[in-house]
């Protein structure tokens, strides 16, 4: 198969290395590196614009150390959003995710990204699955589905899952951008 013109290091993104960054790049790249331990999937594109790419990394660092949602909650939202944006590469990386360390079920995690029923036991977990699927299906937050977040989750809580959504819009939408398939590597850097 002749190799494909179009594509760079990182799906259509061509990376950057290192020792070629111009000075702001390679501060956002160290910024996201402290922050992170790594600079993952969409914070690689997210470089292209530094200034960006700092205001961007504490957002995901926060999903990571300070939510008040456990990461079994995270990994609900954040696979039924990836699932509605069909973005392969946060598809792939998130079911892996979600189910490590029986985070979650692999049955509950593929319902959540082929858009499929499920349910949960814990009633935090069942609000954040009918919160996040009344969000993006797009339909309206009725009173009673807002009252039972508010009391099990909280104003924050709420917040946070609101914010996550909007979050991996915002990668789901960059790796589609670039066409990331599930497979990217990119620079080992």
């Known amino acids: 198969?002749?190799?494909r013109?179009?594509?760079?290091?990182?799906?259509?993104?061509?990376?950057t290395p290192i020792d070629q960054m111009p000075a702001d790049m390679k501060e956002a790249y160290h910024f996201t590196l402290k922050l992170r331990g790594l600079v993952p999937g969409p914070h690689?594109?997210?470089?292209?614009?530094?200034?960006?790419s700092?205001?961007?990394a504490p957002t995901g660092a926060?999903?990571?150390?300070?939510?008040?949602?456990?990461?079994?909650?995270?990994?609900?939202?954040?696979?039924?959003?990836n699932g509605r944006w069909l973005?392969?590469?946060?598809?792939y990386e998130h079911e892996m995710i979600g189910e490590q360390a029986g985070t979650l079920p692999p049955a509950k995690v593929e319902a959540l990204i082929s858009g499929l029923p499920?349910?949960?036991?814990?009633?935090?977990q069942q609000v954040v699955y009918e919160l996040t699927s009344a969000l993006?299906?797009?339909?309206?937050?009725p009173k009673g589905l807002y009252q039972r977040a508010k009391q099990l989750l909280g104003d924050a809580g709420i917040v946070d899952v609101t914010v996550l959504l909007g979050w991996f819009t915002g990668v789901s939408l960059t790796l589609n951008a670039f066409d990331v398939p599930s497979n990217a590597v990119g620079l080992k850097q």
């Open 136 to 141: 993006i299906a797009p339909r309206v937050v």
């Open 54 to 56: 700092k205001t961007i």
């Open 1 to 3: 198969m002749p190799e």
């Open 44 to 52: 690689k594109i997210w470089l292209a614009n530094p200034k960006l």
């Open 118 to 124: 499920t349910s949960f036991e814990d009633p935090r």
């Open 87 to 91: 973005a392969a590469y946060s598809n």
């Open 62 to 81: 926060y999903y990571q150390t300070q939510s008040t949602l456990t990461k079994a909650e995270i990994e609900i939202a954040t696979n039924l959003i």
């Open 5 to 15: 013109s179009d594509f760079g290091t990182f799906g259509r993104f061509e990376e």
